[in-house]
C-alpha cells in the first residue's frame, strides 16, 4: 500500500493508528510532520534563536522500525556513535559510574577538528539519553547539551526524539563563516535520528529493501 496514493481524508486514518498522536513531554506532532515520519522521513524544528551567536540549537524526530529495546541497545553502544551522529571520528569511554559514561568526542571535517568530553547519562526507566559537555576538561566547543528520548509506537515500532544545543568556537570568525554554513552544521546536527534509523533499519530477511550498516550488538 502506497500512502501517498491514498485519499486525504483515509491517509489522516492510517496516520493516526501508526503512530501516537497526543502531546508527550510537550511535543505535539502535527498532520503533517506525522506523516513525514509514518513515511520514513525526518521531522526537524530548528528553534528560533538557532544560529545566533554561533549557537545552535533544535529538535528533529525519527519513526524507527524496531522496537524501544533494539534502539536502546544500539545507543548503548558507544563506540558506534561515529555511526549515529554526523562528522564524529570517535567516542570513546573512558571512565564509568553506575548509568554515567565519561566519552571523549572526536568530530570535524578537513578544515575544522574539534575534541571534546561528555558526561552521558542513560536513564533505562524513562529511555532517555542525556549528555551534556564537561567544562572541566580540555574542550574545542564551548557548549554542548541534548537528549535523546525513546516512544514506543505500534507497530513495535519506536518513536526518537533529539534535543541538541551547541555553541560552535568560531568568536569573531563567524562573520566569515556565515548563515549558510551555520545552516549546514545544523542540518547535519539535526540529523542525528535519520542516521540511528538508516543503521537499525539494515538489511535483514525481514527487511531487504533497507539500507545502512547492521549494528554488531542488535539481534535480528
Not at 540549537?57 to 558506534?80: C, Q, Y
Not at 541538541?164 to 540529523?191: T, Y
Amino acid at each position: 500500500m502506497t500512502l501517498g496514493k491514498l485519499p486525504v481524508g483515509l491517509l489522516a486514518i492510517v496516520i493516526a493508528g501508526s503512530i501516537c498522536p497526543a502531546t508527550w513531554a510537550g511535543i505535539s506532532l502535527s498532520e503533517q510532520e506525522m506523516h513525514t515520519l509514518v513515511t520514513g522521513g525526518l521531522v526537524k524544528r530548528p528553534l528560533p534563536t538557532s544560529r545566533q551567536n554561533s549557537t545552535l540549537a533544535g529538535v528533529s524526530f525519527a519513526l524507527i522500525n524496531a522496537p524501544t529495546d533494539v534502539v536502546w541497545r544500539a545507543l548503548e553502544d558507544i563506540s558506534a556513535w561515529p555511526r549515529i551522529f554526523p562528522n564524529t571520528h570517535e567516542a570513546r569511554v573512558v571512565a564509568a559510574q553506575g548509568n554515567v559514561r565519561a566519552v571523549r568526542m572526536r568530530m570535524g571535517n578537513r578544515l575544522i577538528k574539534l575534541t571534546y568530553f561528555l558526561s552521558v547519562h542513560f536513564d533505562k526507566d524513562n529511555l532517555k539519553v542525556g549528555f551534556a559537555l564537561n567544562k572541566n576538561k580540555p574542550r574545542d566547543v564551548d557548549e554542548c547539551r541534548g537528549y535523546v528520548r525513546l516512544i514506543a509506537q505500534p507497530g513495535n515500532r519506536t518513536l526518537v526524539a533529539f534535543s541538541s544545543l551547541a555553541k560552535m568556537p568560531f568568536g569573531p570568525l563567524i562573520r566569515l563563516v556565515g548563515d549558510k554554513v551555520l545552516g549546514w552544521i545544523e542540518n547535519r546536527m539535526l540529523s542525528m535520528p535519520e542516521r540511528l534509523k538508516k543503521w537499525i533499519e539494515a538489511p535483514s530477511p525481514d527487511n531487504p529493501d533497507a539500507t545502512g550498516v547492521h549494528p554488531p550488538k542488535i539481534g535480528a
